[in-house]
């Protein structure tokens, strides 16, 4: 029986040093092997961030990670399909084959430059700003189709796609060149003959009426001979102003120019009077131009028919008195 006990004795040490050396191994394993091992698999995350997307992808393939589905953002900054940003960042330890999120640039969103050709400077640069756009130089040149302060030209050009903040340059109109000329006598001729010519050549014209006990009433007795283009000059005619004031008169009329699209139109406005049939106006202006006849110095006689086309078509005729 003793034997026995001795046996058993002797069985449950032994069951009970393989549990001590069991839960030692157990403390090492779990505490210091398996640490160790998770951490001697962790990878470092390279920096991408300013790298074309296609040299982004084989950097992270080298070091065992993956690009997941990439954002796409605009930037201003960045290139196009440059990474812009990525997560986790640079640096960090990650285990193999994690996905990396990465934006990446589609470049600077672009606009349209809108076009002021026809307007004039202060709403030129009111448009511009508008648009996200900066007036940069201005250059200035004589002009005889667009008057003082009217912009001739853009450059980049209408519809031209750049980003926001873009310097657009400017040709402003500086009117018509100073230029001297000696008009011939019109002493006698009919003032409603003379007046369409003289403006015809740039001149702005107005009449003083005056009795004369020789020359007919309606006819011109006298005026300043040496002048400069774009100058008043006054005529001075005989007879009374109750019967002669309205035998001519500036047309008061207004167009605004269509304003569907950004391109300039090409404006062409025709007057038929009692004088004659003429073209007035014909230059592109940007769309929402204001045209004043009137401050363009526009003269008629009598009833007057105003025809006016944009880029060749007729947009409508209005009747004057």
């Known amino acids: 029986m003793n034997k026995l006990n001795s046996i058993l004795w002797a069985m449950v040490k032994i069951a009970i040093y393989c549990m001590i050396v069991m839960g030692i191994i157990g403390f090492l394993t779990v505490f210091i092997v398996i640490p160790q091992w998770v951490k001697s698999t962790e990878i470092l995350v390279p920096n991408i961030v300013g790298k074309h997307y296609y040299q982004?992808?084989?950097?992270?393939?080298?070091?065992?990670?993956?690009?997941?589905?990439?954002?796409?953002?605009?930037?201003?900054?960045?290139?196009?399909?440059?990474?812009?940003?990525?997560?986790?960042?640079?640096?960090?330890?990650?285990?193999?084959?994690?996905?990396?999120?990465?934006?990446?640039?589609i470049g600077a969103v672009l606009s349209p430059i809108p076009s002021v050709?026809?307007?004039?400077?202060?709403?030129?640069?009111?448009?511009?700003?508008?648009?996200g756009f900066r007036p940069n130089s201005i250059a200035r040149v004589h002009s005889t189709r667009y008057l003082t302060n009217t912009v001739i030209a853009q450059n980049p050009s209408?519809?031209?796609?750049?980003?926001?903040?873009?310097?657009v340059d400017l040709l402003v109109s500086l009117g018509r060149k100073p230029e001297v000329i000696k008009l011939p006598s019109l002493k006698n001729e009919l003032v409603n003959d003379v007046l369409p010519a003289?403006?015809?050549?740039?001149?702005s014209v107005e009449t003083k009426?005056?009795?004369?006990?020789?020359?007919?009433?309606?006819?011109?007795?006298?005026?300043?001979q040496l002048v400069q283009i774009g100058d008043l000059i006054t005529l001075e005619v005989s007879g009374k102003r109750d019967i002669t004031e309205n035998r001519g008169r500036w047309l008061t009329h207004k167009h605004t120019v269509s304003?569907?699209?950004?391109?300039?139109?090409?404006?062409?406005?025709?007057?038929?009077?009692?004088?004659?049939?003429?073209?007035?106006?014909?230059?592109?202006?940007?769309?929402?131009?204001v045209i004043d006849l009137e401050q363009n110095r526009i003269r008629v006689f009598g009833s007057t028919l105003v025809i006016v086309f944009e880029d060749g078509k007729k947009m409508y005729e209005r009747q004057y008195q």
């Open 56 to 105: 982004a992808a084989p950097a992270l393939s080298e070091v065992g990670l993956r690009i997941e589905n990439p954002i796409i953002q605009a930037s201003s900054s960045e290139p196009k399909g440059n990474v812009i940003e990525q997560d986790p960042l640079a640096n960090s330890s990650i285990k193999p084959h994690h996905p990396v999120k990465i934006t990446v640039s």
């Open 117 to 131: 050709i026809g307007k004039m400077e202060d709403a030129a640069y009111e448009t511009l700003q508008s648009a």
């Open 158 to 167: 209408e519809g031209t796609a750049k980003e926001r903040g873009h310097p």
């Open 198 to 203: 003289l403006e015809a050549i740039g001149l």
């Open 209 to 224: 009426y005056a009795p004369h006990p020789i020359i007919e009433k309606g006819r011109i007795i006298g005026h300043k």
């Open 259 to 289: 304003q569907e699209g950004n391109k300039a139109r090409d404006v062409k406005i025709i007057v038929a009077d009692e004088y004659q049939e003429r073209t007035v106006l014909e230059a592109p202006y940007a769309p929402g131009t």
